[in-house]
C-alpha cells in the first residue's frame, strides 16, 4: 500500500498548505506532525478523498480506507452495542469471536450503556472499534484517539502496530499517546508549505 503525492498544491484562502509537493509513503506507521495551523487535518482528508480542492494528483493504492476524526460516530437511543453492530453491518463486517472478546475488552464490558449516557471517550470507542475488527489498507486517524483512556489506546496501539506490516497508517496526535506507537512510528513533517521525513522547523 502506498500514498503518492504527484505535484500537489492545497490553498486555503491566503495560506499555503502544500507547495507543488511530490511525496511518497509507504506501507507504515506514521505520526504526522506540524505546527498547529499547518495543515495536518487538511492533509489527511486530501488523502481520504474528502477535500479535493487542490492542484495534483494524489494516488492511493488499496481500496479500504478508513478516515477517522474527533466527530463521534453514534445514533440515539441505541445502546453502544446497537450501535457498533450498525456500524459493522454497514460496512458489511461479520466477527470471529475473538474478534468479538476483543471489543468487548476495548468496551471494558460496557456494551449495553445507552449512547445518550456515555462518555466522550466511549463514544470515541465507537469509530475506532472499526480498526480492530477489520484489515484496512489505509487508516487515517486525526486526534480521534485523544479522548480515550490508556488502557483502550494500549489495545489500538498494539493492533496499528501489527497492521502496518500492510497498511498505511498514519496519524495526527497533540498529546503523547503510547510510546510502543510513538516508538514504532517514523515522523512526516508538514511546514512551509511542503511533506518532510526531516523536521525542517526553524
Given at each position: 500500500m502506498s500514498i503518492e503525492f504527484k505535484g500537489c498544491t492545497k490553498k486555503f484562502k491566503e495560506k499555503t498548505i502544500l507547495s507543488n509537493v511530490n511525496f511518497t509513503?509507504?506501507?507504515?506507521?506514521?505520526?504526522?506532525?506540524?505546527?498547529?495551523?499547518?495543515?495536518?487535518?487538511?492533509v489527511l482528508r486530501m488523502i481520504a478523498g474528502?477535500?479535493?480542492?487542490y492542484l495534483g494528483q494524489i494516488a492511493v493504492s488499496g481500496n479500504s480506507i478508513l478516515y477517522l476524526n474527533v466527530d463521534p460516530i453514534g445514533i440515539r437511543p441505541f445502546t453502544i452495542r446497537e450501535n457498533l453492530e450498525i456500524l459493522w453491518n454497514t460496512f458489511n463486517i461479520k466477527l470471529s469471536e475473538e474478534q468479538l472478546s476483543k471489543v468487548?475488552?476495548?468496551?471494558?464490558?460496557?456494551?449495553?450503556?445507552?449512547?445518550?449516557?456515555?462518555?466522550?471517550?466511549?463514544?470515541?470507542?465507537?469509530?475506532?472499534?472499526l480498526i480492530l475488527v477489520?484489515?484496512?489498507?489505509?487508516?487515517?486517524?486525526?486526534?480521534?484517539?485523544?479522548?480515550?483512556?490508556?488502557?483502550?489506546?494500549?489495545?489500538?496501539?498494539?493492533?496499528?502496530?501489527?497492521?502496518?506490516?500492510?497498511?498505511?497508517?498514519?496519524?495526527v496526535s497533540h498529546s503523547m499517546i503510547n510510546k510502543e506507537l510513538i516508538d514504532n512510528s517514523r515522523a512526516i513533517y508538514i511546514e512551509k508549505g511542503e511533506l518532510s521525513w526531516e523536521n525542517i522547523q526553524s
Open positions: 509513503i509507504q506501507k507504515g506507521l506514521y505520526h504526522l506532525k506540524g505546527r498547529n495551523g499547518a495543515g495536518k487535518s487538511t474528502l477535500d479535493k480542492k468487548d475488552e476495548f468496551f471494558d464490558g460496557n456494551l449495553d450503556i445507552s449512547y445518550s449516557k456515555a462518555s466522550t471517550g466511549m463514544k470515541a470507542k465507537i469509530g475506532l472499534s477489520k484489515d484496512w489498507e489505509v487508516i487515517l486517524i486525526d486526534e480521534a484517539m485523544s479522548t480515550i483512556d490508556s488502557e483502550s489506546i494500549k489495545i489500538l496501539s498494539e493492533r496499528l502496530i501489527t497492521l502496518s506490516n500492510k497498511a498505511t497508517i498514519i496519524y
